[in-house]
Antibody
């Protein structure tokens, strides 16, 4: 059974870098696509980007200049870094497994990140 | 970027009623359209893949149809546990995108 768990600081100051980790168990991150998706409070879902084949990435153009997604295969983890954050980046951040390139079949529970001084 | 437009935004429905949610793509995406259900304070759950393919464990009252630019999610005989937000998602091209969501409330 695949399990996905996001972790990281729940509060980030404006202009700083948001850093989150997704820990996967029950599957190798070297398989499939692994995406980060976010959801501002009370709003819809926004795809941030994905990593596949352990190092290839694809980012949403709206965030591309600020996003880095990396994979650590030794720890079976995927990381997200989002730089120069503002209040508009306040959201629940999800890590999800994607069938290439199709649907998301396993999601983490999500982690709320608030951008505030 | 492919824009997905869902309608309605909100629907209040009586149990056992039929619910129809539509998702329109800004360009043809074939059958690369998937549906998710998100209950309050939960992560999204896959309901339908590739426009009309069922998912193991999902009740049979959920069905999907469509291709190209117009898609429909149907919930036959709505149950109280179906109160949730529903999202469509396209995987035809990057960036992957979602519809704005439809919130279904039980009367």
């Amino acid at each position: 059974q695949v399990q996905v768990q996001e972790s990281g600081p729940g509060l980030v100051k404006p202009s700083e870098t948001l850093s989150l980790t997704c820990t996967v168990s029950g599957d190798s991150i070297s398989s499939y696509y692994w995406s980060w998706i976010r959801q501002p409070p009370g709003k819809g879902l926004e795809w941030i980007g994905c990593i596949y084949d352990s190092a290839k990435t694809n980012y949403n153009p709206s965030l591309k200049s600020r996003v880095t997604i990396l994979a650590d295969t030794s720890k079976n983890q995927i990381s997200l870094k989002l730089s120069s954050v503002t209040a508009a980046d306040t959201a629940v951040y999800y890590c999800a497994r994607g069938i290439p390139v199709a649907y998301f079949d396993y999601w983490g529970q999500g982690t709320l990140v608030t951008v505030s001084s | 970027e492919i824009v997905l437009t869902q309608s309605p935004d909100f629907q209040s429905v009586t149990p056992k009623e039929k619910v129809t949610i539509t998702c329109r793509a800004s360009q043809s995406i074939g059958s690369s359209l998937h549906w998710y259900q998100q209950k309050p304070d939960q992560s999204p759950k896959l309901l339908i893949k590739y426009a009309s393919q069922s998912i193991s464990g999902v009740p049979s009252r959920f069905s999907g149809s469509g291709s190209g630019t117009d898609f429909t999610l149907t919930i036959n005989s709505l149950e109280a546990e179906d109160a949730a937000a529903y999202y469509c998602h396209q995987s035809s091209s990057f960036p992957l995108t979602f519809g704005g969501g439809t919130k279904v409330e039980i009367k």
